[in-house]
């Protein structure tokens, strides 16, 4: 009979391909692991996987169960996570995912009133890019996600949190009216300071430019904000900045922010989850939650 145990452990295995560092991530010793994977495949009675010296391929057979254990393994997850709910809503592991633009900025500032007004929350926070969070919300592997709407996934739903505005940083000169409001036109592309690809914020702010000469082959791709920020301080050049982020990445005073006129760009932040899940009631109470702090800021 086929063993929740060898399902955890196939899985382990296809997202490692390495008997030893599977093995480590399901804290079983090697030996225990691939004698499971070898019941598995005698039980099932074909190939799972082809060992080599120092890594393991997934045979075609394999990916297919591998692809079939991960639903059924999502399916358990939300079976207990139905129960969990029903004895006791928002108590009990969450695994919350957070983007980097976000993570930083919101986080210190929700977290003290979330663990106190739901003091039997297990949270564990991954910060991450959107798309890996988004196949690990998928997989089962995160429970809920925030990040920058809109998704279009049709096996996750959304609700916005709050909107956050975008600014435009920049190195600060006598010169300079920051309380003028400025023009997408008045951009000088060709020293936009942009996050590396693969964070949305990137693609945010390209959206924005699209009606305008593209980005200069100088444009930074950096992976932080902390290191654009600096290069906006040295005069390498200009930036969009969530709103969010501004207290805690402008501390310089070689930095200037100006507003830009309505209507301004901006992002909308929400929290997502597979429909599937049981956990309706738990995400609820967090965006109630998460909304009455957010409102206060």
């Known amino acids: 009979m086929i063993s929740l145990r060898q399902l955890r452990y196939l899985e382990a295995l296809a997202t490692h391909l390495h008997f030893r560092r599977a093995a480590d991530a399901v804290s079983v010793s090697q030996p225990a692991l691939s004698m499971q994977i070898k019941e598995l495949e005698a039980e099932l009675g074909v190939k799972l996987v082809e060992r080599q010296p120092n890594s393991v391929r997934l045979t075609r057979e394999g990916k297919e169960v591998v692809n079939r254990a991960r639903k059924i393994l999502t399916d358990v997850r939300d079976l207990l996570d139905y129960a969990q709910q029903m004895s006791s809503p928002l108590a009990g592991p969450l695994r919350l995912g957070i983007i980097p633009s976000i993570a930083p900025y919101l986080l210190p500032r929700i977290l ?66 920051r309380d003028k409001r400025i023009r ?71 930095v200037a922010l100006q507003r830009f006129e309505d209507p301004q760009p901006a992002r909308t932040v929400g929290l997502v989850w597979r429909k599937s899940s049981p956990r309706k009631q738990d995400f609820e109470a967090l965006l109630t939650t998460l909304r009455s702090l957010v409102e206060k800021f």
């Not at 990040?147 to 916005?160: F, G, K, M, Q, R």
């Not at 997408?184 to 924005?208: F, I, K, S, V, W």
Request: proline share 7%; glycine share 4%.
């Open 112 to 177: 003290p009133t979330l663990t106190s007004s739901h003091p039997d929350l297990k949270l564990t926070i991954r910060e991450t890019l959107t798309e890996p969070m988004t196949r690990e919300l998928l997989a089962g592997d995160l429970d809920a996600i925030i990040i920058a709407l809109p998704v279009h996934d049709p096996a996750l739903t959304s609700e916005a949190l709050f909107t956050d505005r975008f600014l435009l940083a920049r190195q600060s000169c006598p010169e300079i009216d």
């Open 184 to 254: 997408a036109t008045d951009l000088d592309t060709e020293n936009m300071l942009l996050l590396e690809e693969g964070h949305c914020l990137r693609d945010q702010a390209l959206n924005y430019c699209q009606n305008l000469p593209a980005p200069g082959k100088n444009t930074l791709g950096a992976t932080s904000l902390a290191t654009v920020m600096q290069m906006v301080a040295a005069g390498y050049g200009v930036t969009l900045l969530p709103e969010i982020c501004a207290e805690a990445e402008v501390r310089d005073d070689r």
